[in-house]
């Protein structure tokens, strides 16, 4: 699914964004698909070359490993603050020609962040493609794991064993406050079924009222999402950028927990602060 405006410099839900133009560039031997998702990790003979396609994921590994694989980056990846790597244009239209003259050994990407046409011409071209899927708390940390090793890793960072323990806590019991998710507007789009950010949600207590809906990321109008009668609106700065000017005034009457994206919608270090930061966000909405 691809929303219909330009794209915005954040996180793990599908962005907008304008598909690349042309063809990338071909001549290298194809060496098959080049998938890592069920090998083993392959012994180092000398540095990796890493290219992140996925924002969080950059971060992760650039947490790792500094300045040791990642050779480069997507615009939208932000995080560690001062990451010094060539950039390769958006998650939705990369420059391939840029990736391929890199020479990565590696490029890591994400099912719902990236599009196939882009990874299978990298494959084609001879590129490996580690694809991640993320759909919930525990899932991702095992991408995380799975990445880190491909990168080289020589161990788990004590950023994940911190994150993990954030989240060891079991989903609160008893009735949850209900709500919708907008993800962006003009048109309106939230949260649906089977997303990390809304199990995220569900781990602190907040029970999405559109996690059955068929669509992941289905697009409503905003009298929809009135008539759901939510006790709470759920407004993250990404991948549109809410906020206390932009936003509320479509939910008159309703509180609004204007929530950090990036703690909402990432899967990497951030993770280890999420609990803390989205909790305290979401209880002053009722205050």
């Not at 060891?168 to 649906?192: C, D, E, F, K, Q």
């Amino acid at each position: 699914m691809k929303p219909p405006a330009p794209e915005t410099p954040r996180g793990e839900t599908p962005r907008p964004e304008t598909p690349r133009a042309g063809a990338p560039r071909a001549g290298a031997p194809r060496k098959g698909r080049g998938e890592l998702r069920d090998q083993p990790p392959r012994t180092r003979t000398q540095p990796w070359r890493v290219i992140s396609l996925v924002p969080s994921l950059t971060e992760a590994i650039a947490e790792t490993l500094p300045g040791e694989v990642l050779v480069g980056a997507t615009n939208w990846c932000t995080h560690p603050a001062g990451l010094d790597v060539t950039r390769i244009g958006g998650t939705k239209n990369p420059d391939l020609d840029r990736i391929l003259a890199l020479a990565p050994d590696l490029v890591i990407a994400n099912e719902e962040e990236n599009r196939a046409p882009d990874l299978d011409a990298l494959r084609t071209a001879g590129v490996e493609v580690l694809l991640t899927e993320v759909r919930n708390v525990p899932q991702a940390f095992r991408e995380l794991d799975r990445v880190l090793t491909a990168c080289g890793a020589g161990g788990r960072p004590r950023w994940l064993d911190e994150a993990e323990r954030a989240w060891s806590a079991p989903v609160p019991p008893g009735p949850r406050t209900t709500a919708v998710v907008p993800i962006w507007r003009r048109p309106w789009m939230v949260l649906g079924r089977d997303t990390f950010a809304g199990d995220v949600l569900a781990r602190l207590g907040v029970r999405n009222l559109f996690e059955g809906h068929p669509e992941r990321y289905p697009r409503l109008p905003v009298g929809e999402l009135l008539d759901a009668a939510p006790d709470l609106v759920v407004l993250p700065d990404e991948p549109y950028r809410f906020t206390a000017a932009d936003g509320p005034e479509a939910f008159p009457g309703l509180p609004c927990a204007l929530v950090s994206g990036r703690h909402l919608t990432w899967y990497g270090p951030s993770l280890a602060e999420a609990p803390r930061v989205l909790g305290e966000a979401l209880r002053a909405a009722h205050r």
